[in-house]
């Protein structure tokens, strides 16, 4: 019963190394070849801005990036698996809807972080977008522990389903209500939509959402591999358990 | 569609009248929902003036918790003796059986928004100014929670975690209706200078989204 | 650099979160591996009733 094949293929070894060399690069240029946020007053000539603070966001927008993607994945795999009813796409709104979360507890680590140097404070309940993703984190935390409540993932993927498709639904209504709440955020404006980055400082950034984006695609097909095999393992229980019970009867 | 209406009545007459007969809305929710309000003016020491300033926010949050245990016993009864596989077999259409549940639930709920209404007029001194938000909100609102409580019911009903499953579902969803009521009810109790109707207009929508949302999920459950 | 301590934390915490789970994620797939036969190990290569 036993299988040589692991999660690991050729293809996803390629992958993880070219995010690990991919990370490395990265954490150079962040870390020692771009230049700190330092802009100077123009009437009384003191420095102000980010400082070497800005160096989190190569990690914290890509991050934001990566999170929606996931979960956007997510929401697509699951009305896949609605429609289809095969566990290949609930495996991958499992998979897509965990590395989603992790990466945005990641976001709000990594927002805090920032927060503190830039904003004097670790938290803002005024601003919309870190309320926001609290609520977008406890959202997709509730549909891991409704998965997590069953034991045969076979039975959790209805359900599931409902539950980031309903979420995804009431993401811009609880955008809508947040901001409408507060009607201030200290968040600046979209950092790639307004292009006030530029020249190496805009390609460190591309290079951190490149390889958020490898890292990604890593960890969910390898959470879709486990969660295939969650499903292959239960279905041999099964079997096993039924072949088991014909051999006692044929013995009686 | 008259036999739908039909249907409708019989689910929420049903839970009712369970409800009546068993009192535990009147015999555990409310005092629960009173426990609320006096822990919260413990918390906040009392001052009158932080009591009537948040009212709202404490109102919706009591009525939050509250609807909680309201959909938790709605979803026991039918756990009873399999009595939601009976419904189902019974050629009952399943659009009318969650409609009939939610109905059931905002009824409840709309009997402890007037207690809780009563209770923060009471303990925190809170002056209604206009009473035709309060009630248009209060109404609005409950059936929005109910209408998604009853599916994030019927999705964590059998599972041995429900009852800490479906606060962890339902309350991030629930959150703009959290913050349009609050607001609304800010206004209707002359606490915030704001456009309160306005904020009606938005918990309303929510009704119409949450309760068409909830029927069509509704809908794919019952494909099962 | 200003604000060293701040850019260790939040690069160094995110990188060992991902680290973690990567390796939870590659234990736990040698063990599901282990239990389950060849043949149905992968979607790609298993029969059509698994779901593919």
């Known amino acids: 019963m036993t299988s040589s094949i692991t999660t690991a293929s050729k293809g996803s070894k390629i992958l993880g190394m070219t995010s690990i060399v991919g990370f490395a690069v990265l954490v150079l240029l962040a870390f020692f070849v771009t230049d700190p946020d330092i802009r100077f007053h123009p009437e009384t000539g003191e420095e102000f801005g980010q400082f070497d603070a800005v160096r989190l966001l190569y990690l914290h927008v890509p991050l934001i990036i990566v999170t929606y993607l996931a979960f956007v994945i997510c929401a697509i795999a ?41 904003w004097n404070t670790w938290w803002e309940w005024g601003d919309v977008r870190v309320m926001s993703t609290l609520i977008l984190f406890l959202l997709f935390l509730g549909y891991l522990a409704l998965r997590g409540a069953f034991v ?33 955020t200290l968040h600046q404006k979209s ?48 079997k096993t358990a039924i072949e088991e019970r014909r051999q006692m009867d044929n013995e009686d | 569609m008259k036999r739908l209406f039909a249907d409708i009545g019989l689910i929420t007459g049903k839970d009712l009248k369970i409800e009546l007969r068993s009192r535990v809305l009147i015999n555990q929710v409310a005092p629960f929902a009173l426990m609320i309000l006096v822990l919260f003016g413990i918390a906040l020491d009392a001052d009158q003036q932080s009591l009537r300033n948040f009212a709202s926010g404490l109102f919706w949050i009591s009525v939050l918790l509250c609807a909680l ?21 019974s050629g009952v259409d399943p659009i009318a059986i969650f409609l009939g549940k ?27 100014e206009d009473l035709w938000l309060l009630v248009s909100t209060g109404l609005f609102a409950c059936i929005a929670i109910s209408a998604l409580g009853t599916i994030f019911g019927f999705l964590a009903s059998g599972l041995g975690v429900r009852e800490t499953l479906l606060p962890i579902l339902l309350l991030p969803l629930l959150l703009p209706v959290l913050i349009g009521a609050t607001r609304a009810f800010d206004d209707a109790l002359g606490v915030a200078a704001i456009n309160g109707w306005n904020w009606f207009a938005f918990v309303a929508g929510l009704t119409v989204i949450l309760t068409a949302v909830g029927a069509g999920a509704n809908h794919l459950m019952a494909e099962n | 650099m200003t604000h060293l301590g701040y850019l260790l934390a939040g690069w160094g915490l995110s990188s060992f979160i991902v680290l973690l789970y990567a390796f939870r994620l590659l234990k736990r797939g040698a063990e599901l591996s282990a239990r389950v036969p060849s043949e149905h190990a992968r979607w790609m290569s298993s029969p059509k009733q698994n779901g593919r």
Request: overall charge negative; charged content about 15%.
């Open chain 1, 78 to 118: 699951s009305a896949g698996y609605l429609v289809k009813l095969t566990f290949w796409w609930d495996s991958m709104a499992h998979a897509a809807g965990e590395v989603g979360t992790l990466t945005c507890a990641l976001v709000l680590i990594t927002g805090s972080i920032w927060g503190r140097p830039v």
């Open chain 1, 152 to 184: 045969n993932p076979q039975r959790a993927a209805r359900p599931a389903a409902i539950v980031a498709l309903i979420a995804v639904l009431d993401i811009p209504l609880i955008n809508r209500s947040v901001e409408w709440w507060e009607n201030r």
């Open chain 1, 191 to 238: 950092t790639l939509s307004e292009l006030k980055i530029e020249d190496l400082t805009l390609f460190t950034l591309m290079l951190g959402i490149l390889v958020s984006l490898l890292v990604m695609s890593w960890l969910i097909l390898h959470r879709f591999r486990v969660a295939w095999l969650e499903h292959v393992e239960f279905e041999q229980g099964i």
């Open chain 2, 69 to 89: 245990m309201a959909i938790s016993r709605s979803m026991t009864i039918e756990r009873d003796d399999e009595a939601l596989v009976g419904l189902n077999l």
């Open chain 2, 102 to 128: 939610t109905c059931a639930i905002a009824i409840q709920l709309l009997v402890l928004e007037i207690f809780l209404g009563v209770g923060i007029i009471l303990l925190y001194r809170s002056e209604v």
